[in-house]
């Protein structure tokens, strides 16, 4: 599930936009309800809105509630995300011991890679800095890939490697060099649904994974 858009330590509820997201928390909380202590939660990327780590503790603090281990990533509203050295000591010193951060890295489950970054999209392209920020998501894609050696690849990414009428190439390119499986995307969210292109485009399998898309239950991925 990608785009969970906590604010519990923040006054951003996602409630203004109406729609799909009128109680969504109350919907969030049923669908995060089935979940198992021998689970695993991947959030893509838009986790909290809170602009630090304290700020965003509140949020953190309703994940680690639940069963299971919930990893998380950067997407382009995380204004609390850090270093990942600072991130892994402040889930200890608050007792997260439930949350992990994928970040220039790969994590497992089974033997099953799980790879990702927050990815690139047109809507970051500012003059001095786009280029710059884009190589680093390839390098950080790419390390990530790396990291997974031969085993079978699960790519999650925040941003939609494609959509109607948008192409990434270098990350789509980087997908098929690696053998990736399948690749995870979030971050469009009511209207912009309709453009999201899904099913396997080349070699590699793509699903939308919004938290408003998937009515705020996660998908099921891997048994």
Wanted: overall charge negative; glycine content about 8%.
């Amino acid at each position: 599930m990608g785009d969970t858009h906590l604010s519990l330590g923040s006054n951003k509820p996602m409630d203004i936009f109406g729609g799909a997201w009128d109680g969504f928390m109350e919907k969030l909380t049923q669908g995060l309800s089935v979940l198992q202590p021998e689970d695993t939660l991947l959030i893509a990327g838009d986790v909290s809105w809170g602009m630090s780590l304290e700020e965003s503790e509140a949020d953190f603090a309703y994940l680690n509630a639940f069963p299971g281990t919930k990893i998380l990533m950067k997407g382009n509203h995380d204004y609390w995300w850090n270093t990942a050295a600072k991130m892994e000591r402040f889930f200890e010193e608050k007792g997260f011991t439930t949350l992990r951060i994928l970040h220039n890295n790969c994590l497992w489950y089974a033997d099953t890679a799980l790879c990702g970054t927050r990815g690139w999209f047109y809507e970051e392209e500012k003059p001095g800095q786009s280029q710059k920020v884009f190589n680093r998501e390839l390098m950080r894609l790419e390390t990530s890939l790396k990291a997974a050696g031969e085993a079978e690849k699960l790519c999650f990414l925040h941003y939609p490697p494609f959509y109607t009428g948008y192409r990434c190439e270098p990350i789509l390119e980087l997908l098929e060099r690696y053998q990736v499986r399948a690749c995870y995307y979030g971050h469009l969210h009511a209207a912009s649904h309709r453009l999201a292109l899904q099913g396997r485009h080349g070699r590699v399998e793509y699903h939308m994974i919004s938290a408003d898309y998937l009515k705020f239950r996660p998908e099921k991925i891997l048994e």
